[in-house]
Nanobody, 125 residues
């Protein structure tokens, strides 16, 4: 079983930056790719980005493309999500999740096996 713990959320003004981290442990982490999702009040959970463990290939939602970056810190088994040029619409609880390597349906929340508890991001205008 893989355990995921998010950190780094907080409050920032529009145009600012935040860095979220997803620490993974347990099981065989190398067998899993990681996705980030977010859920705003009253809205469905939304795909943000997916990064593969092997090769670190990243796939972004259109809404964050060019503003967000993601990377693996293999030494720490941590995925870092750098969020720049933040907008009020980015306000949400951000979750990281793990799915087995090579799945095609990485944009679907149901396709992930393990989830973190979430970290809240608030962007004020």
């Amino acid at each position: 079983q893989v355990r995921l713990v998010e950190s780094g959320g907080g409050r920032v003004q529009a145009g600012g930056s935040l860095r979220l981290s997803c620490a993974t442990s347990g099981g065989t982490v190398s067998r899993y790719d990681v996705g980030w999702f977010r859920q705003a009040p009253g809205k469905e959970r939304e795909f943000v980005v997916h990064i593969t463990y092997i090769g670190g290939s990243a796939y972004f939602a259109d809404s964050v493309q060019g503003r967000f970056a993601v990377s693996w810190d293999y030494a720490q088994n941590t995925v870092n999500l750098q969020m720049n040029s933040l907008k009020p619409d980015d306000t949400a609880v951000y979750y990281c999740a793990a799915q087995r390597n090579g799945q095609k349906n990485y944009q679907d929340a149901y396709a992930y096996d393990y989830w973190g508890q979430g970290t809240r991001v608030t962007v004020s205008s």
